[in-house]
């Protein structure tokens, strides 16, 4: 079972930075594709930015410029580095994986952590 963990959220005033890093248990290899999620009070989850294992990225126009995700050679961490952070940028962000690999075999299944608060306020 595939677990996903969070950090790196937390307070910070508008135009500052934040580093979110999403971890797993220690079981995945590889995988198709992970991403960052956003979901504000009231509001829809939204895609905030991806990346596949070859490499690929993609991001949601609002943070274009500001936002960057990347992950280690060894494959996990995944991280997003936010910065010029608006007060919309506050949300709960999570960690969504799509497609890995585990102890020899592959496994066309998603799985979410837990979320971390992301809270952009003077």
């Known amino acids: 079972q595939v677990q996903l963990v969070e950090s790196g959220g937390g307070l910070v005033q508008p135009g500052g930075s934040l580093r979110l890093s999403c971890a797993d248990s220690?079981?995945?290899?590889?995988?198709?594709?992970m991403g960052w999620y956003r979901q504000a009070p009231g509001k829809q989850r939204e895609l905030v930015a991806s990346?596949?294992?070859?490499?690929?990225?993609n991001y949601a126009d609002s943070v274009k410029g500001r936002f960057t995700i990347s992950r280690d050679n060894a494959k996990i961490p995944v991280y997003l580095q936010m910065n010029s952070l608006k007060p919309e940028d506050t949300a709960v962000y999570y960690c969504?994986?799509?497609?890995?690999?585990?102890?020899?075999?592959?496994?066309?299944?998603?799985?979410w952590g837990q979320g971390t608060q992301v809270t952009v306020s003077s």
């Open positions: 990346i596949t294992w070859g490499g690929r990225t």
């Open positions: 220690g079981s995945i290899d590889e995988f198709n594709y």
């Open positions: 969504n994986v799509r497609g890995y690999s585990t102890g020899g075999y592959y496994y066309a299944r998603e799985a």
